[in-house]
């Protein structure tokens, strides 16, 4: 009994698999999440079931109700999963997880870098909140709009600490979500925009890496903080994987723009 009650508390992997996941989210759609997570906290709150002494890691409540309020939320998660409702879930689940790494010292860091992590959607947190606001058919809490900074005590990202370098297996999940988006818009990108038939095709592939180079530096910037073959490698497997020109031509545009661009 003590054992699968440790197990569900720590929830190490757990903790390391959401990290990955927010790694590779945008600012945008970190705004949404944090904003959907303030939702689910101060409802809570309100409900009397996680008043903020509990996600204060210097403690406050008695080690009963503490246990109580994780297991609480352990559950919603669970509830949110079972009813198909996976952004509710994930706004439970920074809470969740903020719990576990207060209570446990191990954890304290992953805890500190996944709100590193979110606090990169605070800037585009009101702007999400307005469309909750516009969509949702209950009234929601009024202090929404001043309370979507809160960061759990002793949970706050240190000052110009570096950001946590992936594992491998983090970094191929990251690379291969990335190459699915550049090959998406690459598609796009070459249906949309028409060229003569004389301009080569490393000519209009040169025109699609300024832009996807600022989609990736949002959304995936891992890909652009480690060597430069790495976004690079990225963009060419998605032309290539996407079948808009012949494998030949792509590799023909490669080693042009390699020897146009050089090292990045």
């Known amino acids: 009994m003590l054992r699968w009650l440790k197990r569900r508390i720590d929830g190490t992997p757990d903790l390391e698999r959401f990290m990955t996941s927010l790694r590779g989210m945008s600012a945008p759609e970190l705004g949404t999440l944090v904003a959907v997570a303030t939702v689910v906290r101060l409802n809570m709150r309100n409900a009397g ?13 008695p080690p ?15 509830q949110f999963q079972k009813l ?3 952004s509710d879930a994930a706004g439970a689940m920074v809470w969740s997880h903020s719990m576990r790494a207060g209570a446990t010292p191990e954890l304290r860091l992953l805890g500190r870098q996944m709100w590193c992590e979110l606090s990169r959607g605070f800037g585009h947190a009101p702007a999400a909140i307005e469309e909750i606001i ?8 009024p202090e929404l709009g001043r309370e ?14 570096p950001k946590p370098s992936p594992t491998g297996g983090e970094l191929t999940a990251i690379t291969a979500a990335a190459v699915a988006d550049v090959k998406a ?4 990108f070459d249906s949309t925009i028409r060229m003569k038939a004389d301009v080569p095709l490393s000519a209009k592939m040169g025109a699609f890496v300024e832009p996807i180079t600022n989609f990736i530096e949002d959304k ?13 490698l990225t963009v060419f497997t998605a032309i290539l994987e996407s079948g808009t020109h012949a494998k030949d031509d792509v590799n023909r545009a490669i080693g042009e723009l390699k020897k146009k661009y050089g090292p990045r």
Do not use: C
């Open 134 to 141: 516009a969509v949702s058919p209950n009234p929601l809490p």
């Open 84 to 86: 198909g409702q996976p």
């Open 148 to 161: 979507y900074r809160f960061i759990p005590p002793g949970l706050e990202p240190m000052a110009d600490a």
């Open 185 to 188: 818009k690459w598609i796009q």
């Open 49 to 61: 079931h996680l008043p903020d002494a509990a996600l204060d890691i210097a403690g406050g409540l």
């Open 64 to 78: 009963e109700k503490q246990l109580a309020a994780q297991l609480k939320m352990s559950d919603l998660v669970r």
């Open 220 to 232: 995936y910037p891992t890909l652009t903080q480690g060597p430069a073959e790495l976004f690079w």
